[in-house]
């Protein structure tokens, strides 16, 4: 299994946040959509699980594609 493979659940959850909080400040470009965006990236990007992954860039890519939001899902 690589390091790419069935994220944890919490980090799975964290990047279906980031795509809320993207879709969200896309809806309503505010200044609290925009910090609420922000702090969910920062979470995303500072998060210790990416400390243990050989291919960070893969690895990520990988994430956002397993937390995307399906057709149709909402994601606010």
């Known amino acids: 299994m690589s390091d790419t493979d069935n994220f944890p659940h ?7 946040r980031w795509y809320a909080a993207e879709a ?11 910090a609420a965006f922000s702090a969910v990236s920062a979470e995303l990007h500072a998060h ?3 400390a243990g992954v050989e291919d960070r ?15 149709g899902e909402a994601t606010a």
């Open 10 to 16: 919490y980090l799975l959850e964290l990047q279906r």
């Open 48 to 50: 210790p699980h990416w």
């Open 57 to 71: 860039h893969k690895a990520t890519m990988k994430l956002k594609q397993a937390g995307r939001p399906q057709t």
């Open 24 to 34: 969200a400040w896309a809806a309503d470009p505010n200044e609290e959509n925009r």
